[in-house]
């Protein structure tokens, strides 16, 4: 059967952030196909950006935290090309090239993951990336004209198999700005 190594997905997020200084909330919706084989993973996918904010925020005033005409926008779309791959250890290896529509500029991303067992229906997940940006990517929407590392992730989440094809997930992230989103 051909499609037995092709896998499609969707996925979906909310944030709201809370703080005296700023409001911000953002949703994103995002379709991923994949193609699986003995040597690794190709994903191909995109990724919709609802900043119910604007892109920057709002001031508790109600102005926009950046009033550039990308710090006021309201949403966004990437598409983007990843590889992936179990290496020694069996730590999961990763690389993604992303392309976001709206500001023309690339950025890359690349990470490491682990995965624990600790019963047949529970594992603990770690992972960690680094990002980097190309074409002024932060530049466009209020940061330095520069390329540069843009942010660091790590996670930790507790997968739950609730039936064969159900999941629920707990997880606990912190998003690092690196020198290219200052």
Do not use: C, M
Request: net charge negative.
């Amino acid at each position: 059967n051909p499609s037995a190594d092709l896998y499609v997905s969707g996925n979906a997020f909310y944030t709201n952030v809370v703080s005296d200084s700023v409001t911000y909330s953002e949703a994103n919706f995002g379709l991923n196909v994949s193609y699986v084989s003995g040597e690794g993973t190709v994903s191909l996918g995109f990724l919709h950006y609802q900043f119910f904010d604007g892109f920057s925020g709002k001031r508790p005033d109600g102005q926009p935290v950046n009033n550039t005409s990308q710090g006021t926008q309201t949403d966004s779309t990437e598409i983007y090309l990843g590889i992936s791959n179990s290496t020694v250890y069996d730590i999961f290896a990763y690389a993604s090239a992303v392309y976001d529509l709206r500001i023309d500029a690339f950025y890359f991303e690349a990470g490491l993951a682990k995965e624990w067992k600790v019963h047949e229906d529970i594992s603990i997940d770690f992972a960690a990336s680094i990002g980097y940006s190309f074409d002024d990517y932060y530049a466009t929407i209020g940061g330095d004209a520069a390329d540069g590392f843009t942010h660091g992730i790590v996670s930790l989440a507790a997968p739950i198999a609730l039936t064969e094809s159900l999941t629920f997930t707990p997880h606990l992230s912190a998003n690092f700005s690196l020198n290219a989103r200052d």
